[in-house]
């Protein structure tokens, strides 16, 4: 079974729409990360949590909540979905020491 | 430098041929560097994680150095099988940001058979 898993993998969603996507993670890990990719660009970071009681924002928060539901479990929420929010999603988890990331599979988002 | 900045950003190259790329990072405040390989349709998954001066590691046919004091590092792939076509991420830790990283934009290489 994979370490950090993401749900959904792909959705399509309309303009206006409140949509969550769900994180969890088995790695034992703290900290869990939420970041955007867009075609030719890499990896950039929407919010992040270092334990059930830290949230910060990223570098690109705008648009974007999220939820640190337990160790395991770290939501991110598009109150009111808009075509330039269509990317692809990634959670990640980080062990803490050097901050290496464990990457979920992603989803892809498509706001019409 | 503010950001981490890769170059090239795609590089093609035929099977056999040897192949670098640059990751530039700021060069105070440096704590870590990472890089990571990223296949089409998966997650990215680490490759390296570099910390000192001068460091050079190695897995398999790929390597990469370090130089905190210039700011950058190489990542080296020797004889490019057409299974190393992937896109390379760096990403920079630095001191005052703890547990956050900063990705560059990523270096795709396509090995042609």
């Known amino acids: ?112 | 430098i503010l950001n981490v900045e890769q170059s090239p950003q795609s590089l093609h190259v035929q099977e056999g041929d040897s192949t670098n790329f640059t990751c530039s990072f700021p060069s105070s405040n440096f704590y870590a560097l990472h890089w990571y390989r990223w296949e089409t349709a998966k997650s990215p998954e680490a490759l390296f994680v570099m910390t000192l001066n001068g460091d050079e590691k190695k897995k398999g046919r790929i390597s990469a150095t370090l130089n905190t004091k210039e700011g950058y590092s190489y990542l080296y792939i020797k004889g490019s099988q057409p299974e190393d076509s992937a896109t390379y991420l760096c990403a920079s830790r630095g001191w005052t940001n703890a547990g956050k990283s900063t990705f560059g934009d990523g270096t795709t290489l396509t090995v042609k058979p």
Not at chain 1, 7 to 17: A, E, F, L, Q, V
Not at chain 1, 60 to 74: E, H, L, N, T
Request: hydrophobic share 30%; aromatic share 12%.
């Open chain 1, 1 to 112: 079974d994979a370490d950090v898993t993401q749900t959904p993998r792909n959705r399509i969603t309309k303009t206006g729409k409140r949509i969550m996507l769900e994180c969890s993670q088995t790695k034992g890990h703290d900290r869990m990360y939420w970041y955007r990719q867009d075609p030719g660009l890499g990896l950039r970071l929407i919010y992040y949590s270092f334990d059930v009681k830290d949230i910060n924002k990223g570098e690109i928060s705008d648009g974007y909540s999220v939820s640190r539901q337990a160790q395991a479990k770290f939501s991110l929420s598009l109150e009111s979905a808009i075509p330039n929010q269509t990317a692809l999603y990634f959670c990640a988890t980080s062990d803490g020491q050097y901050n290496e990331q464990f990457f979920g599979p992603g989803t892809r988002l498509t706001v019409l």
